[in-house]
């Protein structure tokens, strides 16, 4: 099922020459109101890539990116993953595993990206990879499987 465009902004991003919006239109969800503007795309080796732009809010007392934050990151690409280059199906969907080794501190002065690859598509369930990054820099490498969930239908 594709991302409808009432709740959900997905076009490019005129800011971002070949990027696109990851952003749901309603600011006071998670996403939003926690995580700023999001961007993705496809890298040319296939890969999916999501990234965020840090702000003051996002940093711990060591003046790094929170480790939460990263992990939000995390989760947010599996989903922009099934959906740039999976089935294209990225909901209803949930995530029922996270493996996370953080291996670096983030710097909240660069945009920090998840990049990621699917290791198996099933009618069900997507594994996904992948690490966080910041230039050369490493943050974080992860792998996650998420659920794709069948719609209710309401009476």
Known sequence: MALRDEIFEHGPDPENPGWRHWNLKDQT???GAVMGKLITRVDDDGKARLRMFPERRHE??????HG???????????FTT???IGTG??????????STQFVGGGKPSEPLD??????????????????????????????????????????
Not at 68 to 78: F, G, N, R, W
Not at 89 to 98: K, R, Y
């Open 82 to 84: 099934m959906h740039t």
């Open 29 to 31: 969800l998670f996403n």
């Open 60 to 65: 711990n007392l060591q003046g790094i990116i």
């Open 114 to 155: 998840a990049v990621c690859e699917i290791v198996r598509e099933t009618g069900s369930m997507v594994f996904v990879r992948g690490t966080v990054e910041q230039q050369d820099h490493t943050v974080a490498s992860f792998s996650g499987i998420v659920k794709k969930m069948k719609r209710r239908v309401t009476p």
């Open 68 to 78: 939460a934050v990263t992990l939000s990151l995390i989760d947010i690409s599996l």
């Open 89 to 98: 199906n990225a909901g209803p969907s949930v995530t029922v595993e996270l």
